[in-house]
């Protein structure tokens, strides 16, 4: 006599991955890259700011390139033309697409090298404070005890004060310069990173496979990073989205106060806070065009990372 | 012979699915008249709860109620606007639910929200509606119900939040209670007390109410009629002493069973083998069939409900015989 | 709930004491304390006696202990510009800053609640769409970039409003105050705007995740089992419970709204704490910077320990009453 088995979901009443868990990526069947991409394309806002981003990301890599002049060199340019609006001809004849600045410099060719440099202080201090938050996270929540009372108590400190007040302060203190830019904005950004990578740190420390695996004798060093690590990366990804764009607007800003980076090295910021000078004359496209270019860049990255916020972490909807 | 106060008739309720819609509620039918109590009786995941939310629209999407009829004192509820859904909710249809603590927003006082459920139907000024609130939860057994009133939830024993979830169901004397496992959460000294003053209010008051519950004991003494529900069907329906003493659904009568009894000490407990099925893994044909000494090839069927004398009915192709 | 207090209080303190600490080695140990506190015009004969008065001769704890106990009476040097003492200039300049704040706060709160609920109500729709859309943009705009576009707009093209400065301030309640007088009023908008749009967008998120996370909720289902209007359901239900979490983390905010006033006041001209640390960074007045530093870090650690009192003073919940 033939009877129907019951389905195999019997007993789950919740579809398989309702839950806000993130098993183990050897565990899970689709890869978290394909889910990454499937997400993006399934929402059309996000799919569009991740062109930008990869558009800007490509404008920015080929500045060299694309820039129709070179702003740092100083024989291209000529005082005679600057000033000028946007679709000017110069003094030789070339279109300036976007107008000059007041040194003379093509508004285009000096947002693309400006592009340039704020996205790589941005990217770089990012990189840096995630490699510093997660090496600390882990360390928190694997030592456990006093380790993490310390590395946590100064987690909620830096989180206490905001980014630009602390950055501003070290930058006072200790100088301007480039990489001293990048060093205060890790020194702020890591503590988000380390609080993040700790708290997923701490989800898997609890499962039993990592037990088992202390048992066996593995290396504190080998479950780190080939089992912790993995699981992490979700939050991270999220994370590290967000705080590039942060680290990216905060140039900005301390470049625009004349405290960021030096102007041997103009960023989007600097070239806004020189329009600024000339903004109540009239002459808007000096601070116009850099900003919009700044806001594109930023919003671009935020909306890719909320749109990752919703894939990666289901159940977090801060 | 009277309008039954509620009369649910075929009623479907589907939660989409995955793969295809989930029916929590299949094919539910009962009447209730007034001032009779129901003892809803089922497993976790037989779709009882759900039957109560559907009767007052209450089902949380993207569930939704896909068929059937629910006639209060005549008055068809499905499909009838939210506003006239709101006006009887609380009012001649009230709810109480499973757990208090949950069921009371903690961050108000309990003044404050049995006073705006009065005034949510009627118009009475704030210290009128304070009075009635008062007087409420005086008539359910709360000491010094003044200062209660400005007390939050979490100042409250278990017993006494579920005598408050009471007194609010009673504030503007309904027809109809519909009480989801009220006493699940509580232990069984404050259990038996509150089961005795919800008896006593129901036969005062003239009430008619629906208590939902898996524990076929606790109901027994309560109720007057008695559905048994299962994979979201009602398998048998009947008075209670009929269906205790002459259980016709092979599944009654192992939910009897199970029942600890006093004069079987040392001997095993009875056990319904298996488990319930979850709704995501319906069977085709008779839902109890894995679980059923009884099962014959007819079973592949769904059984459909054969009505037995003095109203009795049930859904069984090999039922127990009448006097087993 | 005491030992809850004590607990904080001492926590602060001994934040205090470290920043405090950082602050003076960065002055003392690591800068010459006489080139950050002495004006770069001073007589010999002056730098004598600021020598001694600070006790540069002395070992380094001593040196501390001056420090603290001139910080702890008011004394944290001289201003070069203003010839005044440093935490004075400050505090003359604070309350142009903390009207600012606290209009963008408010401004948020009005702005930013009703946004939040009209997209938490709901949930996936166009509305909810754009209006996260438009928060996303609101703190994806930079600041600075920001307040520029406001006055190009309002002042320069369109005129309505002046662009720079502070208007005339007349006094409310007792208080020297810009809402007093039309023009004062003038001159607030765009300030408090611009500042107030980053807060506005955060203010949305929040409310918005309240109030979808509290819709679910079972309470919320009981109150609609009861036959309460939607509208009661949403304002006082649902409202009362995500008022809590924003208000403390609107408390916590204010301190970063000191922070961007920095970047608002330097665009607007604004006579605030903002403008003068820019200006004095510029003009290598240092005692100022040193005051502001550690004037501003205890405000925020007053701030976060009110904050935390607050919530729990908030939250019945956590009131302990005996049950």
Avoid at chain 1, 179 to 195: D, M, P, S, T
Avoid at chain 3, 31 to 38: M, V, Y
Avoid at chain 3, 179 to 197: E, I, M, S, Y
Wanted: glycine fraction near 10%; hydrophobic fraction near 50%; charged fraction near 15%.
């Amino acid at each position: 006599m033939t009877h129907q088995e019951p389905a195999p979901t019997g007993g789950a009443v919740l579809p398989p991955d309702a839950g806000g868990e993130v098993g183990t990526s050897a565990a899970r069947g689709d890869s978290m890259a394909g889910r990454i991409a499937a997400g993006i394309l399934a929402s059309p806002k996000a799919s569009i700011a991740a062109l930008v981003c990869v558009f800007l990301i490509g404008a920015a890599l080929g500045a060299p390139v694309l820039a129709p002049q070179d702003p740092y060199d100083l024989t291209a340019i000529d005082i005679f033309d600057s000033r000028l609006p946007p679709m000017s001809v110069g003094y030789e004849g070339q279109r300036y697409v976007l107008g000059t600045d007041t040194q003379g410099r093509d508004m285009l060719s000096a947002m693309l090298y400006g592009l340039r440099t704020s996205l790589s202080v941005g990217l770089t201090a990012g990189l840096l404070a995630l490699a510093v938050g997660t090496a600390l996270g882990l360390v928190a929540a694997w030592a456990g005890g006093r380790i993490d009372a310390l590395i946590m108590r100064t987690v909620d400190l830096m989180l206490g004060f905001p980014t630009i007040l602390v950055a501003l302060m070290i930058l006072v203190v200790f100088g301007q310069g480039t990489w001293k830019v990048i060093l205060a904005l890790v020194f702020v950004q890591w503590a988000y990173f380390a609080r993040a990578v700790r708290g997923a740190a701490l989800v898997e420390i609890g499962k039993d496979y990592v037990e088992a695996a202390r048992c066996l004798g593995l290396s504190s060093g080998r479950i780190l990073f080939a089992h912790l690590l993995p699981n992490c990366l979700p939050p991270l990804i999220v994370i590290g989205t967000i705080q590039v764009a942060s680290a990216i607007a905060a140039e900005a800003t301390l470049s625009f106060l004349g405290i960021g980076l030096p102007i041997t090295e103009p960023s989007l910021g600097l070239l806004i806070a020189n329009g600024y000078q000339v903004l109540l004359a009239g002459l808007y496209w000096m601070s116009v065009y850099p900003g919009l270019l700044l806001l594109a860049l930023v919003f671009a990255i935020n909306v890719v990372g909320d749109r990752l916020r919703e894939i990666l972490n289901p159940r977090l909807v801060r | 012979m009277m309008t039954p106060l509620l009369s649910v008739s075929g009623l479907v309720t589907e939660f989409p699915g995955r793969d295809g819609a989930v029916r929590a509620v299949d094919g539910v039918s009962f009447d209730l008249a007034r001032g009779r109590i129901l003892g809803l009786v089922g497993e976790s995941g037989s779709g009882k709860s759900v039957t109560g939310f559907s009767v007052l629209g209450l089902v949380d999407a993207p569930g939704r109620v896909v068929a059937g009829s629910v006639r209060f004192d005549g008055e068809e509820l499905l499909g009838a606007s939210p506003r006239r859904l709101r006006s009887l909710r609380g009012n001649r249809i009230a709810m109480v639910f499973q757990d208090p603590m949950m069921t009371l927003n903690p961050v108000l006082t309990v003044g404050t929200q049995m006073v705006e459920t009065v005034c949510a139907h009627r118009r009475v000024s704030r210290r009128a509606a304070r009075v009635e609130a008062r007087d409420a939860l005086g008539k359910v057994g709360i000491p010094s119900p003044e200062e209660r009133l400005d007390a939050y939830p979490h100042e409250f024993s278990g017993g006494m939040r579920q005598r408050v979830a009471i007194a609010t169901a009673l504030l503007h004397a309904p027809d109809l209670i519909i009480a989801d496992e009220p006493t699940t959460a509580l232990d069984v000294t404050i259990q038996s007390q509150i089961l005795g003053e919800v008896q006593r209010l129901c036969a005062e008051t003239g009430t008619g109410l629906i208590w939902i519950s898996h524990d076929l004991g606790v109901v027994a003494g309560l109720a007057d009629d008695i559905a048994v529900m299962y994979a979201g069907r009602i398998v048998e329906r009947a008075g209670v002493d009929d269906v205790l003493d002459v259980p016709r659904h092979p599944y009654t009568r192992g939910l009897i069973n199970a029942i600890p009894g006093a004069g079987e000490r040392g001997r095993p407990l009875h056990q319904i083998r298996g488990s319930a099925p979850s709704p995501t893994s319906r069977l085709v044909g008779c839902a109890f069939r894995p679980r059923c000494d009884r099962a014959g090839e007819a079973c592949l069927e769904e059984p459909g409900e054969v009505l037995g004398p003095e109203g009795r009915r049930w859904r069984c192709f090999h039922p127990l015989e009448a006097g087993a | 709930m005491t030992a809850f207090v004590i607990r904080r209080l001492l926590q602060s303190i001994f934040v205090l004491a470290l920043t405090s600490l950082i602050v003076f080695l960065g002055i003392y140990a690591i800068g010459d304390p006489l080139e950050i506190l002495l004006s770069p015009d001073a007589s010999l004969a002056e730098r004598d006696q600021v020598s001694r008065s600070l006790g540069l001769d002395r070992p380094l704890p001593w040196q501390y202990l001056n420090f603290v106990g001139d910080a702890l009476g008011g004394d944290l040097g001289r201003s070069f510009v203003y010839n005044r003492s440093a935490v004075t200039v400050i505090f003359e300049r604070l309350p142009a800053t903390l009207e600012l704040v606290l209009t963008a706060l408010v401004l948020s709160l009005l702005i930013g609640v009703p946004l939040g609920l009209w997209a938490g109500v709901k949930p996936r729709s166009r509305t909810d769409e754009t209006i996260m859309t438009a928060s996303i943009l609101g703190f994806s705009l930079p600041n600075f970039w920001q307040g520029m576009m406001l006055i190009m707009i309002f002042s320069v093209t369109l005129g309505w409003l002046p662009s720079t400065g502070r208007g005339q301030t007349g006094t409310l309640f007792g208080v020297q105050t810009s809402f007093a007088t039309h023009d004062g009023l003038r001159h607030l908008v765009l300030p408090a705007l611009n500042l107030a749009l980053a807060q506005i967008a955060l203010v949305i998120r929040l409310t918005r995740t309240g109030v979808q996370e509290t819709l679910p909720l079972d309470f919320i289902k009981y109150a609609r089992a009861r036959g309460l209007s939607e509208s009661r359901i949403v304002f006082v239900h649902v409202m009362k419970n995500i008022l809590i979490p924003i208000v403390t983390v609107l408390g916590i905010e204010f301190g970063s709204l000191i922070a961007f006033a920095v970047v608002t006041e330097t665009i607007f001209a604004w006579p605030g704490v903002g403008k003068l640390i820019i200006d004095s960074i510029n003009a290598l007045d240092r005692p100022v910077v040193v005051a502001y530093i550690l004037v501003i870090v205890t405000m925020f650690i007053i701030i976060n320990l009110l904050v935390d009192l607050m919530y729990s003073a908030l939250d019945p919940r956590t009131r302990a009453r005996p049950a």
